[in-house]
């Protein structure tokens, strides 16, 4: 596909929240870690949803890419939507 992959620079406070999520995550345990592993889940699966749609799809000029990215992009709305529901099941 001739495509060179890089974090831009305005990605790295992502991953900086990516560290410290893990940092949350590891003093959980029991229901507290489910509900704050689910809340991350649909917050980042949203987040790479609307970049994708703002910001990728956009900007992609290769067709390859464009329908790779657009064949995937299902899977990550279907696994986020999963999250929420068992985050909304855990909240009843």
Excluded: W, Y
Excluded at 51 to 69: D, T
């Amino acid at each position: 596909m001739d495509i060179d992959i890089f974090t831009p620079v305005c990605h790295r406070a992502e991953t900086r929240g990516h560290k410290d999520a893990l940092r949350t995550l590891e003093a959980l345990s029991g229901a507290a870690f489910d509900r704050a592993f689910l809340e991350h889940e649909v917050s980042f699966h949203k987040a790479v949803i609307d970049a994708v749609n703002s910001s990728l799809l956009p900007a992609l000029k290769n067709e390859e890419a464009r329908a790779l990215v657009t064949k995937v992009a299902p899977a990550f709305q279907a696994h986020m939507l999963a999250a929420q529901a068992l985050l909304d099941k855990q909240n009843e």
